[in-house]
Nanobody, 124 residues
Framework: VQLQASGGGLVQAGGSRRLSCTISGLNFNRLRMGWFRQARGKEREFVSVIKWSNGDTYYAESVRGRFTISRDDAKNTVYLQMNGLKPEDTAVYYC??????????????????WGQGTLVTVSS
């Protein structure tokens, strides 16, 4: 199993960035793919999740309306399009795979596999 995250970098406030996470070695039945982030000195927090089978999505209140999660079945890739970035969005962003946990999708422990993280820095 491998989750390969990419797309991080430095962006000015108000700008956009798209993160990608390529998935390999997983069964896509019941799969949910989530994005989390962790700012320096803070706990990892939920950002967004997508159910692979039907595309249902859910967002944290802090990013709703600015971020969009999507998936590409052919490429086995999940994306996080981030618009209207703010300095408080600065964090390491992680993609994660939930293989069908009954744990609420906003919780870290719902996820079975994690990508390596990609740093997004938003300058003011």
């Amino acid at each position: 199993v491998q989750l390969q995250a990419s797309g991080g970098g430095l962006v000015q406030a108000g700008g956009s960035r798209r993160l990608s996470c390529t998935i390999s070695g997983l069964n896509f039945n019941r799969l949910r793919m989530g994005w989390f982030r962790q700012a320096r000195g803070k706990e990892r927090e939920f950002v967004s999740v997508i159910k692979w089978s039907n595309g249902d999505t859910y967002y944290a209140e802090s990013v709703r309306g600015r971020f969009t999660i999507s998936r590409d079945d052919a490429k086995n890739t999940v994306y996080l399009q981030m618009n209207g970035l703010k300095p408080e969005d600065t964090a390491v962003y992680y993609c994660a795979a939930d293989l069908g946990s009954i744990v609420f999708h906003q919780m870290v422990r719902a996820y079975d596999y994690w990508g390596q993280g990609t740093l997004v820095t938003v300058s003011s």
